[in-house]
């Protein structure tokens, strides 16, 4: 059974970071696009970043370039999102997302989902 387990979320200020981990079981996940997907509160879910399986490609949304960062860690079955200069409008839930398909680095859609977890930047 897939698995891919967010953690990291929480509250903070504007200008602050966070650093988002998304655990994956139940996968070949060297195999596997990651991906990090936002919906904020009254919105549709928004692509924000993807990495290839061997992490030497990875493609951001244009509200996050220069401020976010994907990254894996194949050995450790784990995908990250550092996330700096964070805005309010960064406020959103956070989904790590699984698919075969290297085109997945492009946007949905996506084989696996987690459930997410919380951000929220306060002004």
């Known amino acids: 059974q897939v698995q891919l387990v967010e953690s990291g979320g929480g509250l903070v200020q504007v200008g602050d970071s966070l650093r988002l981990s998304c655990a994956a079981s139940?996968?070949?996940?060297?195999?596997?696009?990651m991906a990090w997907i936002r919906q904020a509160p009254g919105s549709e879910r928004e692509f924000v970043a993807a990495i290839g399986r061997s992490g030497g490609s990875t493609n951001y949304a244009d509200s996050v370039k220069g401020r976010f960062t994907i990254s894996r860690d194949n050995a450790k079955n784990a995908v990250y999102l550092q996330m700096n200069s964070l805005k309010p409008e960064d406020t959103a839930v956070y989904y790590c997302?699984?698919?075969?398909?290297?085109?997945?680095?492009?946007?949905?859609?996506?084989?696996?989902w987690g459930r997410g977890t919380q951000v929220t930047v306060s002004s």
């Open positions: 139940g996968l070949s996940f060297s195999g596997f696009t």
């Open positions: 997302a699984a698919d075969r398909k290297f085109a997945a680095i492009y946007g949905p859609p996506y084989d696996y």
